[in-house]
């Protein structure tokens, strides 16, 4: 071999090596990126038991699953949904979803709206609350047909 070919299996060795530094690299912002937003989640999810609680909620579940079946074309289809928390005051039992950020505790916002009326159908509560932990809200959210 001449020290042409030994250069290019040399710079492709090298370009190798930093490709898989870069890629380590990418995988751990990655992964610090995830443990923040989870961080701040648990964070969030605190804060909205104090908020609830200081509002006269008591809480009855955290992370709470269900089930349901639905047909998709005659074929049986199972499904499940996670509430955060449920929680009771004066008798009555309500789904409490806890959002942060900018645009999630807004209960217009698409995503959360779908997200409340799965639970409305799923869990059958008395109410449905938003949990705005960054605004220290508690809103209440009742579903009617115009």
Known sequence: MDILQWLLIVGLLVLCLLLVIALRL???KASRAS???NAHAQWGEQEAERLLEAAGYAIVERQVARSWVMAVDGE???ASVRADLLVKRGGQLFVAEVKTGRLAPDPL?????RQ??????????DGLLVVDVESRAIREVVFQLA
């Open 35 to 37: 443990k923040a937003r």
């Open 76 to 78: 049986s289809i199972e």
């Open 26 to 28: 990418s995988q751990n």
């Open 116 to 125: 409340l009326l799965e639970y409305l159908f799923v869990f059958d509560p």
């Open 109 to 113: 916002y698409p995503p959360t709206r």
